[in-house]
């Protein structure tokens, strides 16, 4: 069975694995979470990073967990209390993909802005070359509202383009 739930220091070994696992698929778009989890120790200090910002209300990290392990990721970051909205971005594993279960997890994070932090909106940025994560955000009843230019900057120095979607609360 697939879950849900706000990620904590028992996560260490199956956070660390997830993204060792998938350090060329996500170098380009989470490279600070890559930076931040180069050994295990760096990942238990970054995982109690999250749960500090949590308990803040600045920052919420989610892992997606099958069978009692951690085959994806989901932040609600960059909180915006004046407008209350927050934004979405995830990542799952190689072997987990096309199986529903970002879909699943975007549907109970998404509740969760909505219903638990009072959020109006949830919006996600995806690179324009991202297929996967465009299709993902789609089905999940993001609109594309525009197409932000230059708005990212990957591994290599470049900046990229993104599609911007946002989802409000009702919809």
């Known amino acids: 069975m697939v879950q849900i739930r706000h990620i904590n220091e028992r996560d260490t070994d199956g956070f660390y694995r997830l993204v060792k696992n ?5 170098k380009e778009y989470f490279p600070i979470t890559l930076e931040k989890t180069g050994t295990l120790e760096n990942t238990n200090e970054t995982i109690k990073m999250f749960v500090d910002l949590a308990a803040k209300n ?11 392990l951690v085959i994806g990721v989901l932040f609600l970051k960059n909180l915006d209390k004046r407008v209350n909205k927050c934004e979405v971005a995830y990542f799952i594993d190689k072997d987990e993909e096309n199986k529903g279960h970002i879909s699943h997890a975007i549907q109970q994070a998404t ?10 909106k949830v919006y996600c940025r ?15 009843g993001f609109k594309l509202e525009g197409v932000l ?5 990957v591994s290599d120095g470049s900046l990229v383009d993104l599609n911007y979607y946002g989802l409000l609360n009702g919809n």
Do not use: C, H, W
């Open 58 to 68: 600045e920052l919420y990290v989610f892992v997606i967990e099958k069978d009692e």
């Open 126 to 140: 995806v690179a324009l070359d991202n297929a996967p994560s465009n299709k993902v955000a789609v089905k999940n």
């Open 22 to 26: 998938n350090e060329t698929r996500i």
């Open 149 to 153: 230019k230059q708005e990212f900057k």
């Open 111 to 120: 509740d969760y802005a909505f219903k638990d932090l009072g959020m109006n």
